[in-house]
């Protein structure tokens, strides 16, 4: 079964508006957890790395202003896209690292972000 | 140049064929190494963890050589189900400690009757 569910795992929206999308693992305490961008035929692109209790850190170019992560806690973080815009459409992925494992992250389903 | 790089494809083969897909990677502090498969509006779901002295999973076997910084993936015996993109996958130590994985954009495989 599945070990990270995301929520939703579609969503359209108008411009401007702001979506929350959830990651949750299932199984096990992720004290890390990541979120990726892909593009129609283009590869994951990793946005940012999801701490548990700390400041999410991103990668360059992501704006972490556009891009609030949020990890409360050991089994849930949150990606809020704010504004979003047309261009922000995608496929998000979140995936959480499994501590008893070597360098092991299970991935979410997917949520697939339009703006209209 | 890209950090991992993948033919693109598509690879259309015939059901039973044997087909080879390769990768390289430029990082070579890279610590370990991964090839998913994704289907369709899937997300990424790991097929098998690449080691140096080569590792077999069933009709599916991976080589890695760390010299010339190359994976490989060979599938043998193609079925119709193994049609997909399968992604190269690098994983190395950030300066903070952290692990990050780099995705390559991925090979198609399409296996037809």
């Known amino acids: 079964g599945a070990v990270v569910s995301q929520h939703p795992s579609r969503v359209i929206c108008k411009s401007g508006t702001s979506v929350k999308i959830e990651c949750r693992s299932l199984?096990?305490?992720?004290?890390?957890m990541f979120w990726y961008r892909q593009f129609p035929k283009q590869s994951l692109m990793l946005m940012a790395t999801s701490n548990e209790g700390s400041k999410a850190t991103y990668e360059q170019g992501v704006e972490k202003d556009k891009f609030l992560i949020n990890h409360a806690s050991l089994t849930l973080s949150t990606l809020t896209v704010t504004s979003a815009h047309p261009e922000d459409s995608s496929f998000y992925i979140c995936s959480a690292r499994d501590p008893r494992g070597v360098d092991t992250q299970y991935f979410g389903p997917g949520t697939r972000l339009t703006v209209l | 140049r890209k950090e991992v790089e993948q033919d693109p494809g598509p690879f259309n083969v015939p059901e039973g064929a044997t087909v080879a897909f390769n990768c390289t990677y430029s990082?070579?502090?890279?610590?370990?190494f991964f090839w998913y498969r994704q289907d369709c509006r899937k997300e990424p779901k790991l097929l098998m963890s690449?080691?140096?002295s080569g590792n077999e999973d069933g009709r599916f076997t991976a080589q890695l050589n760390r010299a010339s910084q190359y994976i490989s993936l060979l599938i043998r015996d193609s079925k119709l189900s193994d049609s997909a993109t399968y992604l190269c996958?690098?994983?190395?130590?950030?300066?903070?400690?952290?692990?990050?994985?780099?995705f390559g954009t991925g090979t198609q495989l399409k296996v037809e009757l």
């Open positions: 996958v690098v994983n190395f130590r950030s300066g903070g400690g952290g692990n990050k994985l780099t």
């Open positions: 690449v080691y140096s």
């Open positions: 199984d096990f305490q992720a004290t890390t």
């Open positions: 990082n070579s502090a890279s610590q370990s």
